[in-house]
């Protein structure tokens, strides 16, 4: 049977299959299952990068574990637990520790915002949420659901400890059990309740006032489209009459890996009027779309006065509500490639 996008459901292996099998044999089976886990490895981690390089140290874990596997839990679960643990050990490395830092206003004053406190945080390709993604009927598909990936989602669980974190994915988004998430994570069915209802509660007060009206849906919808086409218009032109006119009045910008928000459409227009207009303007502008963490978004190019080619500068993933942005989140060049998009165009 084919999922979405290619991807088949494969027969569960058996745990003499899986103790027995040799170095390939046993490397085809688990690859199965690269995607779903860089996916997971993601949301634990926040950054892309890492998540990619954690799917083979994940895989390299299960071939050395694999005569542990008795095949109490199916193989794809006991893949799931061994990347989880994996993650956890990367987040307690002292050379890996994350603080969540407070973000200051152009002004310099605190400021309260998951996405500019979390400096690690990086987009995901849609073309790669693909491949995770099961057809929507099935069970699964809450694992690439819009509302468990897009941005203020993964800036918002970056706040929880490692392991409340770990219990509130494997519960609210992969689905399983409290007994399944306890044996995974060697803690008491207690244990798991106690975290995830702490979890829950950070997340209701880190995430969007709104995002109970969010939908599961796994693409941009045709109105958040044609937004960014105007936007993507707006931006090439330099007209920031036009821009200003798709920014809700309380829009916000932040730009990981810098701490900085830009609160409100004055501040945001204010940040990008020296850019766009007057004698000091940056040069000439490209912007193309993309699609990141089932969110519009666009990939921004720059030829300066003088030179030959556009030039990658950044990429602007937008959240949208009733219509306008509310709010930009702007990241460096630097996942061009991963997107698909080469830097210089």
Not at 12 to 20: D, G, H, K
Not at 57 to 78: I, M, N, P, Y
Not at 233 to 255: I, K, P, V, W
Not at 285 to 309: D, K, M, T
């Amino acid at each position: 049977m084919v999922l979405g996008h290619g991807r088949q459901r494969y027969a569960e292996p058996s745990a003499e299959v899986i103790r027995a099998g040799d170095e390939s044999a046993f490397t085809e089976l688990a690859s199965r299952y690269r995607h779903e886990l860089r996916v997971h490895l993601y949301r634990m981690l926040g950054s892309f990068t890492e998540a990619e390089d954690l799917v083979q140290e994940t895989l390299l874990r299960a071939w050395r574990k694999r005569a542990d596997f008795a095949g109490r839990s199916t193989f794809r679960a006991w893949l799931y637990a061994i990347a989880t643990r994996a993650a956890l050990d990367v987040l307690a490395s002292p050379a890996r520790t994350r603080e969540v830092a407070m973000a200051v206003d152009s002004a310099g004053a605190p400021a309260s915002s998951a996405l500019a406190e979390v400096a690690w945080l990086q987009p995901y390709p849609d073309e790669l949420l693909d491949l995770a993604a099961p057809d929507g009927g099935d069970p699964e598909a809450m694992a690439i659901a819009r509302e468990t990936i897009e941005l203020a989602f993964l800036a918002a669980i970056q706040h929880l400890p490692p392991r409340q974190r770990a219990v509130l994915i494997l519960r609210d988004v992969a689905g399983w059990s409290a007994a399944e998430t306890a044996g995974s994570l060697e803690m008491s069915v207690a244990s798991v309740k106690s975290a995830l209802q702490r979890a829950r509660a950070t997340m209701r007060e880190r995430l969007p006032g709104r995002r109970a009206e969010w939908g599961a849906a796994t693409a941009p919808s045709e109105s958040e489209r044609a937004l960014l086409r105007r936007y993507v218009t707006a931006s090439q032109q330099g007209e920031l009459s036009a821009l200003a006119a798709l920014l809700r009045e309380d829009a916000r910008q932040t730009m990981p890996p810098d701490r900085l928000v830009f609160d409100g459409r004055a501040a945001i227009l204010d940040l990008w009027r020296p850019v766009l207009e007057g004698e000091e303007a940056w040069g000439e502008w490209r912007s193309v779309p993309l699609a990141v963490n089932r969110q519009p978004a666009a990939a921004n190019y720059l030829r300066r006065p003088g030179e030959a080619v556009f030039t990658a500068v950044n990429i602007d993933v937008l959240r949208i509500e009733d219509g306008l942005i509310a709010e930009i989140t702007t990241f460096g060049p630097e996942l061009l490639s991963a997107l698909g998009r080469e830097p210089v165009m």
